[in-house]
């Protein structure tokens, strides 16, 4: 949202906006181009060309939109695509969908991410939700149930939330996880089913270091998310008593298993980053990040969805403008104010594991796979 | 009388209410015998869907009050024939629930017929419930038993299964 | 000619919906099916011609002090003889409008209607404007019933209100592989609501560029004579 920001003191970033979108689509291509060598080689060629043929769907109805949008705007066409990155949302979005996903879902869901996402509020940089997580909400609401059925078994996530509640407590309880989804390195190396772009944790997270290091993402939202969601979960193992898994206690195996299952890496570094969406000021950022991370955990646990990334992203974008009219002012004056702030996000985020583990029951034993009485239905709802 | 006084205003909204009441007291006769026989035609209307062959008056209505009260999933209780008791249900589900009709055999426990009435789930997912196949994998097994849930839609089909266990402890008190 | 414009007015420039924003929640919870809004329409418009005239009729009696209960009692009477009679003759509306029947007697544009107009004009000039705005509330749900029903089912179809089974007309114009189900939800209510808003203040900025164009051409002759 144009939010005009008085602060001081100013410093000017070497970077320009091209450059910082230049940098930010190489890295979401690596992990894209990743993903499909892993569908082309565990699937079948014409599964990797799928999502492809996705981001091309995608991409082609960013560029009609936004076309239409400089005719109706009087202005000139090459102008509004080059400046607007619809791109980046494009391809954001199509990595955040599983391969199931029919090509008309994607075409209406971008359709909806650039228009009303995007173009209704104004344009690049006047939007107050993340585009891409509005066309992810979008398929989630309309068109769970319109897949191809390409892929055909169950997620990580689902399964985790399905049959383990989120809380596998025991070492048999986790091994019959890790036995279906192929154990702690496919999670690591997203050789399990998801969405498209979300499972390669090492690589998002190496991706993410780069785009630190370049000065295109601030380093603060993803530690901030990531490391609250990790002091969240660990907090609920302690006080739930998780027990040890060959070794490990449960406190580090517990929230490991939170992160590199679903899309909080994926969310975290390239979605809560958005600069349009998330506060400017560094304080209002951390802010951000650590009230996203506990609004994760909570729809993680407590809600009836599996994934609860993406509508924390949502929720927080709503909040953008007044964490940023709260800490509007001469940094060095509110510094105060600011602490007091993410104390208090702190807090919230600790009460919601304390809320969780005082009325979540885990689950100690093994568990099978449940009987299935129709064909498996691809478990598209599932993913983010 | 002063026209401000408070005697002649509440006076004036008291004749007001009741030509009011009047109005709605003639409205109500009229409608009253015709909304009566709708609810019960409607009511009788999807057992017949689950005995196409059957005619509307060999369904009982069984007074159910204390079923309902101990049993709040329970909407409606009938008996067809001898053996055949039909419970129609609703449930919660992942969004809006399920309502169904299940029809359980009390002298062997049996599941004799399934009928869901009305999904409010995800459509294609919570929604393949009212579908045949489900339907089909139910009939004919015993009803107090483990019965099979749609995997990919356990939080639609849980708690119906959970509620056929739960008719099935009920059946043979219904008289 | 001023009656003539009131009507007009009701109907387009100043749509109790679109463009006073008036009767929203229930606009935006029924619209589903053309049913549904052809339905509430009807009801809505028995409603407001009626309490026009009755208010109208009484308008010189009624102490000033309490014209809003007096006026609340005779909505609320006509609304419930109206789900009365919905219930008896046409249930299948009964179950799918619910409990937005017995709140048509808080629908803004009806008590609204009556304190700005009805208690201030005569009975058939109130008549008329209950006509127009009921026609403009009708106009509003239907074009939003026609857009959502069509994205989210794919079909435009209306069945006879009286007897369930009767199937008026059904017209499939998208695949059903095609439909966006999200329409049928709040989520594609406020989405649809907020274009046709969006589309009937447009039109209005555009007819008032061309007045006041006109106006300005008109002076600028008057001025060179």
Known sequence: MKYTFHVSPNLQSKNSTQQIMRDLTIGLLVVFVASVIYYSTAFGINVGLQAVILLACSLVTTFVCEAVFAKLKKKSVKDVITHSFGWVTSIILVMMCPMNITPYAIIIATFFAIAVGRLMFGGFGYNIFNPAAVGRAVIFASFSGATTRLVTSATPTGILAGSFKWLPMTEVALESYLDRVGGFGSLFLGTTPGAIGETFSILILLVGVFLVLRGVIDWRIPTFYLGTIFVITCALALLTGVQPYHGIPGWIWYPVLHLITGGVIFGGVFMLTDPVTAPTSPAGRIFFAICAAAITVLIRLKGNLPEGCLYSILIMNCFTPMIESALDGPQLEIKKKAWFMIACSAVLALCVSFYASSTMKGVKGPVKKTAQVVEVVPCVEEVL | MNKSSPAYLALFLAITAGIAGGALYSANALTAPVIKANAEKAEKASLLEMYPDASIDDFVVVDAEDIIADHPSVQGVYKYGDDIVIFKNAVSGYDGGTVFLVAINATDDTIDSFKAISNGDTKGIGSKITENAFAESLAGKQASGELDTISGATLTSTPVVEAINECATIAPTVE | ?225
């Open chain 3, 1 to 225: 000619m001023n009656r003539m414009q009131n009507f007009k007015n009701g109907l387009i420039k100043d749509n109790p919906v679109f463009g006073l924003y008036l009767g929203l929640c229930s606009t935006l919870a029924i619209t589903t099916s053309i049913n549904n809004a052809i339905g509430m329409g009807v009801a809505v418009i028995f409603v407001l011609i009626l309490s026009n005239m009755i208010i109208s009729a009484i308008r010189k009696l009624v102490p000033d002090e309490i014209r809003i209960p007096v006026y609340i009692v005779i909505i609320a009477t006509l609304v419930k003889i109206i789900q009365m009679l919905i219930q008896a003759y046409a249930p299948a509306l009964d179950s799918s409008l619910g409990v937005f029947i017995p709140l048509i007697v808080v629908n803004c544009i009806i008590l609204g209607r009556a304190e700005a107009f009805a208690s201030k004009n005569g009975v058939l000039d109130s008549a008329l404007d209950g006509v127009g705005m009921g026609l403009g509330y009708l106009l509003a749900v239907l074009s939003m019933s026609v857009i959502r029903q069509l994205l989210s089912t794919g079909v435009l179809s209306m069945t006879n209100p009286f007897n369930e089974a009767q199937v008026l007309f059904s017209l499939r114009l998208i695949p059903e592989d095609f439909t966006i189900s999200m329409f049928s939800s709040p989520l594609g209510a406020f989405m649809t609501f907020a274009c046709l808003a969006a589309g009937l203040t447009a039109y209005k900025l555009h007819v008032q560029k061309k007045e006041a164009a006109a106006k300005a051409a008109a002076n600028s002759q008057e001025a060179a004579k």
